[in-house]
């Protein structure tokens, strides 16, 4: 039965200061993150000239692919041993090749062929997304491996998501206005230097990471095979819901996030509008973050928080489907309910962000496997399998319906839009609340599990 051996002194609570330095990372990250998913396909399509569904099946195989890896990479963090514990090296020694190719992604070099075109952009991105992964699951993982505390944990995730969402903010609402400045009339040039100066941005945040964050859980160092490591997902409900919600959360967040821009462009009439879209929803999802301490505090069950945020976000999402856009009114219309949902995803994304450290006790009492950092890459598996899905998917359908960059769109394309950017995130963020319903973890069962944990340790 594998071990934690120091259980008393590994729950411990984190000062502000800790707790700062470990969201430092989740800021750099969402510099090649939340800047790729939510900039690169356009950047293809409208700057590079690839088109729609090819941009979204790159999108859709790389991230298959970087799903399929990341066990792989969650396994050998595990297994890591250095002076920097098990997760940090891979933070240290990975940032700067993502920040270069963070880079190469959003260049163009001036391949004038549409096949050169399409095998740059599948090669540079799926070389980003492996890295990435090198980065993100160990960096997931080393949140448990910071504390034992499921409170401590909780709070961790506060801080992770509200610097995550505060990056967000910069690069939606800054992103264009930086391409203009930097471009002046050249998007290309705009983009190129962009992509450079957060890229700087994210390499000097990991370093502040790594330098700030310890890994005090002291467990010993499993040869683990890959057989024995999957054995422990069988029956483990804990893993398999959450697994399955981030699964359904990529599908309808990211899928809603890549038409997003185009929603606004042509829908809506003003591409502008949606860097205001953007700094509504960010902002007031750092607030729904703010707001989690006040409500979480109250519950027996983590999972509740995020069932009651999804189920508000799926009506209110589907509520704008019949919002024209085009009006001062519906626009108007739309910014409310942003807000609104904001605040619901906000708490809700945290909190089940939150969950995922507390199934390593879980698995470590029930399997005899400590394996924080391939649970964490297990869920960054369906989440990222998710993603693909909702992106390529976004991408074919678009392709599919006659969708032309940068031409008035047709009544049918404008429909296509408006359903994968309301009726279909909207289902599917019910269906996940729904889900979480039968999370069978709750601060109780915790506590048990590691006064169990204390006793096999004596």
């Known amino acids: 039965m594998a071990k934690v051996y120091n259980v008393d002194e590994a729950n411990v609570k984190l000062s502000p200061l800790q707790k700062c330095g470990y969201a430092i990372g989740d800021f750099g990250n969402n510099f090649s993150w939340s800047f790729v998913s939510a900039f690169l396909m356009y950047f293809w399509t409208d700057s590079l000239g690839i088109a729609a569904g090819t941009a979204g099946t790159i999108i859709g195989l790389s991230r298959i692919w970087d799903a399929i890896n990341d066990p792989l990479v969650g396994r050998w963090s595990d297994r890591t041993k250095s002076k920097w514990g098990r997760y940090r090296p891979w933070m ?22 549409s096949t050169g075109k399409i095998i740059y952009a599948f090669v540079t991105f799926f070389l980003l997304v492996f890295v990435y992964t090198c980065v993100n699951v160990p960096y997931s993982a080393m949140e448990a491996a910071v504390t034992l505390d499921a409170r401590e944990r909780g709070s961790l995730a506060t801080y992770r998501l509200f610097f995550a969402y505060v990056a967000a903010v ?51 160092y499993e040869d683990v095979s890959y057989i024995e490591s999957f054995k422990a997902l069988k029956g483990n409900m804990p893993v398999i819901i959450l697994s399955a919600g981030f699964l359904i959360y990529g599908l309808f ?100 962000y939150g969950m995922v450290p507390d199934t390593t006790e879980y698995t470590q009492y029930h399997y005899g496997m400590r394996a924080s950092g391939f649970i964490s890459a297990i869920v960054n598996f369906f989440l990222k399998v998710g993603m693909a899905i909702g992106v390529a998917g976004a991408g074919v359908i678009m392709d ?41 973890i709750d601060h109780q069962t915790y506590e048990d599990i590691l006064e169990k944990l204390k006793a096999q340790e004596g």
């Open 400 to 440: 599919s319906m006659g969708y032309v960059a940068g031409a008035t769109q047709s009544s049918e394309v404008l429909n296509g839009i408006n359903m994968i950017f309301t009726i279909v995130p909207g289902v599917l963020a019910i269906i996940t609340a729904v889900m979480l319903k039968f999370y069978p």
């Open 170 to 220: 910069i690069i939606s609402y800054g992103t264009q206005r930086f391409v203009i400045w930097f471009g002046n009339g050249d998007s290309s040039k705009g983009y190129f230097y962009t992509a450079l100066a957060f890229s700087i941005l994210m390499v000097i945040c990991h370093m502040i990471c790594v330098r700030s964050t310890k890994e005090i859980v002291n467990s010993p």
């Open 253 to 352: 967040y990211y899928g809603r996030s890549a038409v997003a821009l185009y929603y606004f462009t042509y829908n809506a009439n003003n591409a502008l509008a949606y860097a205001t879209y953007a700094l509504i929803n960010l902002g007031s999802s750092m607030v729904g973050i703010l707001l989690l301490g006040t409500f979480s505090a109250k519950l027996k069950n983590k999972a509740t928080v995020p069932m009651i945020g999804f189920l508000i976000t799926g009506i209110l999402t589907i509520v704008i489907f019949f919002v024209n856009p085009v009006t001062s009114g519906g626009m108007m219309t739309i910014y409310i309910t942003t807000a609104i949902m904001g605040v619901c995803m906000g708490m809700a994304t945290t909190m089940i």
């Open 92 to 113: 240290l020694f990975a940032s700067i090749p993502l920040a270069i190719l963070n880079v190469l992604c959003f260049t163009d070099i001036g391949i004038s062929s």
